[in-house]
T-cell receptor
């Protein structure tokens, strides 16, 4: 029972590079979320999706894009990475009226 | 304001009870959650309480909710060293597709 799986677990990028973080869930959940976690700030919502083919902005969407082409996958893209995007990124998913389940996170460093 | 507030740090001795407090902001929040995060790991759901409840008990965990004061607490009985982690409270708001708003987390340190 995999739950929510994030890849990669770690990545180091140079400023200006692009990359995509993948989140996959095997629980047939409709709702999926991308958060970033920074010291002393808790988790902040970047983007979320309420179903296949839909996406919406969260609290801190600037510099990120997302896609939900398949129900089980939610991709987070950084088109031109900046040092301010150094963070730990968490994906979560949930079913209707159910709590969110989190992946183990992706540690991203931008040099 | 928007913030969900928690104290940053709590230190207890093994065997004692721990109480982690949280103040939330939206009186219309439907559910309130407690998550645990161990070093290098994701957030693990510990327990949650529906907003029309005052208390929920689950083995060593007791959640108390005071809706009037918008205050949530998590009591861990017989705290063990394995309970050392960061604990986040979160409120599920009605607006914005029921988004989850997290507190900044309380780091619990349990000493032998």
């Amino acid at each position: 029972n995999a739950g929510v799986t994030q890849t990669p677990k770690f990545r180091v990028l140079k400023t200006g590079q692009s990359m995509t973080l993948l989140c996959a869930q095997d629980m047939n959940h409709e709702y999926m979320y991308w958060y970033r976690q920074d010291p002393g700030m808790g988790l902040r919502l970047i983007h979320y999706s309420v179903g296949e083919g839909t996406t919406a902005k969260g609290e801190v969407p600037d510099g990120y894009n997302v896609s939900r082409l398949k129900k089980q996958n939610f991709l987070l893209g950084l088109e031109s990475a900046a040092p301010s995007q150094t963070s730990v990124y968490f994906c979560a998913s949930r079913g209707e009226d159910r709590p969110q389940h989190f992946g183990d996170g992706t540690r991203l460093s931008i040099l | 304001g928007e913030d969900v507030e928690q104290s940053l740090f709590l230190s207890v001795r093994e065997g004692d009870s721990s109480v982690i407090n949280c103040t939330y902001t939206d009186s219309s929040s439907t559910y309130l959650y407690w998550y645990k995060q161990e070093p290098g790991a994701g957030l693990q759901l510990l327990t949650y309480i529906f907003s029309n409840m005052d208390m929920k008990q689950d083995q060593r965990l007791t959640v108390l909710l005071n809706k009037k004061d918008k205050h949530l607490s998590l009591r861990i009985a017989d705290t063990q060293t394995g309970d050392s982690a960061i604990y986040f409270c979160a409120e599920k708001r009605r607006a914005g597709f029921q988004k989850l708003v997290f507190g900044t987390g309380t780091r619990l340190l349990v000493s032998p």
